[in-house]
């Protein structure tokens, strides 16, 4: 199976998304370890423009939002066409001491939960990836588009690590994105 281009109706635009979702969805826990390997805490914190996140809120965010992914999935998978919560991401950046929190128990709670929720969704049957929430904003979700859009997530942010990190390690200018 190939990467291809598919449309997120959370994103709300069409995504490059990998053809092997579980995979995808279980490296991403190594793939933060790995991008603060080495890093001092100044690099954690550095942003590197005005609108960008650092290191440290990039990870904080994919740690919360591993929370409200799995209760999503939980909801649907459970309740008969549930309404999924909503949040305010640039709300709990700010709210849940971001700038001053630990990586690495974020990413161990990450990684509990991401393991948690695939173990999950590997128990259902292949039927129950066609139940549907509601969302206030997005519409009805099947939780096959809900498991898509959080590895989509993933690879979104992962990017902006990537990015981030390269212009801590002066690889490449802050203004190049």
Known sequence: ???????CPICQAEVERPADLWAAA????????RAIRGLT???LAYRPRADA?????????????ELVHGYRLRRALAEDSPELPTFDPTAW????????????????????????????????????FERVGRHPR??????????GHLVDHDLEHLRQLEWTRAVVEGKIEPASS
Do not use: K
């Open 41 to 43: 805490e100044a690099d």
């Open 53 to 65: 996140w650092s290191i440290r809120e990039i990870i904080l965010h994919l740690a919360d939002t």
């Open 1 to 7: 199976m190939t990467d291809g281009r598919v449309y």
């Open 138 to 147: 997005f519409g009805p979700l099947t939780v096959g588009q809900l498991f």
């Open 93 to 128: 950046a700010a709210r849940a001491a971001y700038d001053r929190r630990e990586v690495r128990p974020a990413i161990a709670g990450f990684r509990a939960l991401r393991l948690a929720t695939l173990d999950l969704l590997r128990s259902v049957e292949p039927a129950a």
């Open 26 to 33: 279980a490296r991403t826990a190594g793939r933060l370890y």
